[in-house]
């Protein structure tokens, strides 16, 4: 049992080491690239698509290895009470401090964007308008709510108007790279609120106390739905998008750095998608969710640490979330969720007997 486990941990470690560090480089790359300048656009159309050859085939057999490896790391820890507690038993902080991390986080974030007089994310439109105007100021008045922790259920409805909003003086195109983002921040926070604040326990007395693991299935469900939709709509469909992000940043394809020389920056691209995609996945399923979540965690810090304060203002409360998530390891994907409320309906319906 051992063995097994320690083989599937290197196989997982090898496979993320080669596949996996491509992807949060250029997760949100439309903040580092001018989608509208004639140069983009002309080499979006000539990079239109991947013309398939034997690395690509390379890089898919990594790819299935490695969600291979992912399930049956998950079904040992199952079968295994070590490996169990590794990758599933939750780790408790005092005062729900993980969540008030993520809302401090998140709050700095809003403000520094209202300071930077910028709605949600950096590449989102700005106007001159009072619409606009105006929801810079709600975005600052959130991101205070966010950080006093006063009310969470009143930060998810302040969050829920800024997106409303952003929807709609922001084209669908570039809206939906964040759609599933705060839709779960949302959701999540209006779930927890009556846990931490007094306040939401007034405003919302029929919480239930399933409501935690319920929000925290939802952060999972929602960063996986954004990674994969990333993966899709910036990489595996839209190559060229990034391959200018790559080309103008060549440094970050590392396999010419140790001696593969002939790996096109294109390869590094689809490696990318491939791998975004692969992670997103896996959260939805929750198929080794602590694994996965300290890989991203990991890969967040890493590409923070390269490009600097820009995107570390943007990603910084992703961060917070992965660790969230990690920290309460348990099965919380969607398929645990479904069978959970199964499970629950199921014994409801069975009558009782003397």
């Known amino acids: 049992m051992k063995s097994s486990f320690t083989a ?11 596949l996996l560090i491509p992807t949060q480089a250029f997760a949100h ?52 009470q070590l490996v169990g507690a590794l990758l599933n038993a939750p780790i408790k902080l005092p005062l729900h401090l993980e969540w008030r991390l993520v809302s401090i986080l998140l709050g700095l974030m809003l403000l520094m964007n ?11 439109p700005t106007s001159d308008e009072f619409m606009f105007k105006a929801a810079i100021i709600v975005q600052f008045v959130v991101g205070l709510l966010f950080i006093s922790q006063l009310s969470f ?58 409501n935690e693991q319920m929000a925290v299935a939802v952060l999972a469900l929602s960063l996986g739905l954004q990674l994969a939709e990333l993966a899709l709509h910036n990489k595996l469909l839209n190559p060229g998008l990034a391959l200018i992000f790559i080309d103008d940043n060549g440094f970050l394809n590392f396999m010419r750095m140790i001696g593969f020389t002939s790996f096109k920056n294109i390869y590094f691209v689809f490696a990318g998608g491939i791998a975004e995609l692969i992670l997103g996945t896996l959260l939805v399923f929750g198929i ?35 660790l969230l998530i990690a920290l309460h390891g348990k099965k919380i994907g969607l398929l645990s969720l479904v069978r959970s409320t199964l499970k629950e309906q199921n014994a409801k319906a069975v009558p009782l007997t003397n």
């Open 153 to 210: 259920v009143l930060s998810a409805i302040g969050t829920f108007c800024l997106a409303l909003i952003a929807s709609i003086i922001t084209p669908a195109m570039i809206m939906i790279d964040y759609v599933f983002e705060f839709a779960g921040i949302m959701v999540a926070f209006y779930l927890i609120g009556p846990s931490i604040s007094r306040i939401d326990r007034i405003l919302w007395p029929a919480s239930s106390p399933r």
């Open 29 to 80: 790359l439309r903040w580092f690239v001018d989608v509208n300048s004639p140069s983009a656009q002309a080499y979006q159309q000539a990079m239109s698509r991947f013309q398939f050859d034997l690395v690509y085939l390379f890089l898919l057999a990594g790819a299935v290895g490695f969600v291979i490896s992912a399930i049956t790391l998950d079904n040992l820890a199952r079968k295994n």
């Open 288 to 322: 080794a969710t602590r694994f996965v979540a300290l890989g991203i965690g990991a890969i967040f810090t890493l590409t923070s640490a390269i490009f600097g304060l820009h995107e570390l203002i943007g990603h910084i409360p992703i961060m917070a979330v992965v």
């Open 8 to 18: 599937s941990l290197k196989t997982m470690a090898l496979l993320l080491s080669s």
């Open 114 to 124: 209202s300071h930077h007089g910028v709605l949600l994310a950096p590449n989102l």
